[in-house]
């Protein structure tokens, strides 16, 4: 099973920029994903990308997150920019399969992203 780990969260103001990081152990041939949850709402797949760079988002960040992989380093990265307070919510690192749309198999711990004045 791929172990991930997240990093590159903490407290922005609304219009700042983020950028999370998730290494990987094992196999780069996943397809892999970021999901996040915010207090009292669902867990929500914010972006994935397969292991020849398909990638796809949530409409509610579309032009403003960029997903990207480095196979070479097993590390996956979320670019967060013009940042909202709704964008608030612990993000969790993901690799699973990609066919059709993303199916996560194996979980990060989380790291909290907070967007606020």
């Known amino acids: 099973q791929v172990q991930l780990v997240e990093s590159g969260g903490g407290l922005v103001q609304p219009g700042g920029s983020l950028r999370l990081s998730c290494a990987a152990s094992?196999?780069?041939?996943?397809?892999m994903g970021w999901y996040r949850q915010a207090p009292g709402k669902q867990r929500e797949l914010v972006a994935a990308?397969?292991?020849?760079?398909?990638?796809a988002y949530a409409a509610s960040v579309k032009g403003r997150f960029t997903i990207s992989r480095d196979n070479t380093k097993n590390t996956m990265y979320l670019q967060m920019n013009n940042l909202k307070p709704e964008d608030t919510a612990v993000y969790y690192c993901?690799?699973?399969?990609?066919?059709?749309?993303?199916?996560?198999?194996?979980w990060g711990q989380g790291t909290q992203v907070t967007v606020s004045s």
């Open positions: 094992g196999s780069t041939t996943y397809a």
């Open positions: 990308i397969t292991s020849s760079g398909f990638t």
């Open positions: 993901t690799s699973g399969r990609y066919l059709g749309s993303y199916s996560p198999g194996s």
